[in-house]
């Protein structure tokens, strides 16, 4: 089993930067997949940025140019760096890994509100 803990979320101006943090349980060297998506209310979750364990980022397009995912291996953790931040970003951001295995994990999500 395998733990997500997001943190980094909270109440931003628009034009404003968050960073938000997942820490797994874990080595993220087990997960093949790691990736943050998005759920505002009365839509659906959908992916906003993802990384392969090869390297490979791909961002929705909402998020090019403005959000980045990284990760730090020591730490466990996989970070998305967001910046001129607009009021439809709004939304609880939730963090998924994929294992190797193909099992699949998410935190429970970090509310992000971008508000004058």
Known sequence: QVQLVESGGGLVQPGGSLRLSCVASRSIFWFNFMGWYRQAPGKERELV????SAGSTNYADSAKGRFTISRDNAKNTVYL???????EDTAVYYCNVVAFSGMKYWGKGTLVTVSS
Do not use: E
Request: hydrophobic letters at 45%.
């Open 49 to 52: 940025a993802a990384l392969t």
């Open 81 to 87: 760096q967001m910046n001129s931040l607009k009021p």
